[in-house]
Nanobody, 114 residues
C-alpha cells in the first residue's frame, strides 16, 4: 500500500507564500511522475504542476513564474513552493503519484484571503 502525506497548507494573505510538502511511503515500485493538483469549490480538479522522473516539469499557465515544484527522489518527497499567492489560488491541493490511475494524498486546504 502506498501512502502520500501532505503538509504545509493554511491561510495566507494575498502576495504571501506557502510551501507544500508530500512524502510518499509504502510499496512504491516506480515513480514516473509526481505532482500537485487542486480543486476549488464548484470547479474541476486541475493539474497545477508535475515533475517526471526524467526531470521534465510542467506548470499550468496560471501559476507560471509564481510556483516552483521540486522533488527529492531519495525520500521520496515532492514540494510545491507557492509565491505571490492570489485569492484565485484558494483550493484544496492534492499530491499525486503516477497520474490519474496512481495514488493521491488526502488534500490540504490553501486559503488566500485578506
Amino acid at each position: 500500500q502506498v501512502q502520500l502525506v501532505e503538509s504545509g497548507g493554511g491561510l495566507v494573505q494575498p502576495g504571501g507564500s506557502l510551501r507544500l510538502s508530500c512524502a510518499a511511503s509504502g510499496s512504491i515500485f516506480s515513480i514516473n511522475v509526481m505532482g500537485w493538483y487542486r480543486q476549488a469549490p464548484g470547479k474541476q480538479r486541475e493539474l497545477v504542476a508535475a515533475c517526471t522522473s526524467g526531470g521534465s516539469i510542467h506548470y499550468v499557465d496560471s501559476v507560471k513564474g509564481r510556483f516552483t515544484i521540486s522533488r527529492d527522489n531519495a525520500k521520496p518527497t515532492v514540494y510545491l513552493q507557492m509565491n505571490s499567492l492570489k485569492p484565485e489560488d484558494t483550493a484544496v491541493y492534492y499530491c499525486n503519484l503516477n497520474g490519474n490511475n496512481g495514488y493521491w494524498g488526502q488534500g490540504t486546504q490553501v486559503t488566500v484571503s485578506s
